[in-house]
């Protein structure tokens, strides 16, 4: 038996009517473009809650051994293990430095990275230096490793003439076009919808690339996720959107953002592919991510990386996070899980790592960032014309008026303006 729905619906390209047809079987359900749905006769509300959780893929346990069978990443030899250890160290030392600095008044803010750096390095270092950044505020290690200096992270933070973003930005609002990485923004999950459309543009001009997004898991509250997840879908765009899962949004637990089973489950309802990893594990992650960038360039579609990580500090330098979680349990995970620990054991159980070589690293690191913000702090800051330029191509007479009254507005009270 076979019957004929039909459906009216509006052309894209007028405003004419027409209509499409559903086919219904005793057996399926056709959905146009989708395929067949079975039917039944069972009345069940489903209660998605008792679904299968979505595993952690992970390769290196917590002890710093490999688990099982499993095997470093082919394309990783000591040389380069080594290297992914020293950029994960340069972001605790700039940590520690300029956390320091911000609570001395040299800066006036200040995003720490403690906990997350294995997925910082682990997901830069699968990448291409072609594929385009676009991140939220908590990725220094993806920058360091991409070739931004400690030098140029410091001149940000002290908006000086150096600066790269000529003194517009908060600290820690990093950006770099030579190195595709996009100018971060304060609003929460903007990047996120900016994503599908720089991924949908690369796969418009053919160019052997993606687009890489990170986010929290609290910016995946935000609609701008739905929006960008379903357009990166129905558009076929290479976009890795690349969740950092590490249990709090600012004060704002998990189980208070969401009740289903984190982000990675998400992926269904949207028909894009997704991978679940231990972001404490920077070998889990360097996998994931190859393995998700060689999907969205063969399939060119979308892939949703949930990386489960721990920010072992607090949420900023305006944050207090012993207000909303105990020490014990801030304790218990870097005892346990701390990424940065966690390789270090392993190169040290390889023989390419020792105690000395460990405190050499670290005083070369904090006399670097030390010189680094030594030298930024004492630059010139970026003229304060520099404020209405780089809006538009070319400034409109708004713009001139406004910069005229600024410049008259200086000279006339320079005494309150040194």
């Known amino acids: 038996m076979k019957s004929t ?45 008792d679904f299968e959780k979505w595993p952690v893929y992970r390769i290196l346990g917590k002890d710093g051994k490999l688990l099982g069978d499993s095997q470093v990443p082919a394309d990783l030899d000591q040389a380069k293990i080594t290297q992914m250890y020293e950029s994960m160290v340069s972001v605790q030392a700039m940590d520690d430095i300029f956390y320091n600095a911000q609570r001395q008044g040299r800066i006036s803010f200040y995003m720490q990275n403690s906990g997350e750096e294995g997925a910082h390095v682990g997901s830069a270092a699968a990448l291409s230096s072609e594929d385009v950044i676009l991140a939220q505020y908590r990725e220094l290690g993806v920058l360091l490793w991409r070739g931004f200096s400690l030098q ?53 001009s053919k160019k052997d690339a993606v687009a890489m997004c ?31 899962n590490n249990g709090y949004a600012i004060s704002t637990p998990v189980k208070d953002q969401f009740r289903g089973d984190g982000i990675a489950s998400r992926a269904v309802g949207y028909g894009i592919h997704a991978i679940r990893v231990d972001g404490n594990d920077i070998f889990a992650v360097y996998e994931a991510v190859k393995e998700a960038r060689a999907v969205a360039l063969r399939e060119s579609r979308p892939v949703l990386i949930e990386a489960m990580s721990y920010r072992r500090g607090h949420h900023s330098t305006s944050d207090d996070s012993t207000r909303y979680r105990s020490l014990a349990e801030i304790e218990h995970w870097h005892d346990n899980l701390d990424p940065v620990t966690r390789l270090r054991t392993f190169m040290e159980g390889n023989g390419w790592w020792d105690g000395e070589k460990e405190q050499n690293l670290r005083d070369e690191l904090r006399v670097a960032v030390m010189e680094a913000l030594t030298t930024a702090e004492k630059r010139p800051k970026s003229n304060y014309t520099e404020l209405f330029q780089d809006v538009y191509k070319d400034m409109p007479p708004n713009l001139i008026k406004q910069r005229k009254e600024l410049v008259e507005h200086m000279k006339k009270y320079p005494d309150e303006y040194k």
């Open 5 to 49: 729905v039909t459906q009216p619906f509006e052309s894209s390209s007028s405003v004419t009517q027409a209509t499409t047809s559903l086919e219904v079987e005793d057996d399926s359900v056709q959905l146009i473009g989708q395929g067949y749905l079975p039917v039944t006769n069972k009345l069940e509300i489903v209660n998605t809650l």
């Open 152 to 204: 140029q992270a410091a001149d940000q933070c002290f908006s000086n003439e150096k600066d790269l973003g000529k003194g517009k930005q908060m600290p820690v609002h990093y950006g770099s076009s030579a190195l595709n990485f996009h100018t971060i923004s304060s609003p929460l999950a903007t990047q996120l919808p900016q994503a599908s459309g720089v991924a949908y543009a690369l796969k418009m």
């Open 214 to 244: 990170y986010f929290g898991e609290g910016a995946a509250s935000e609609g701008d996720f739905h929006a960008a997840v379903n357009f990166a879908s129905t558009l076929d765009a290479p976009a890795l959107f690349f969740c950092r």
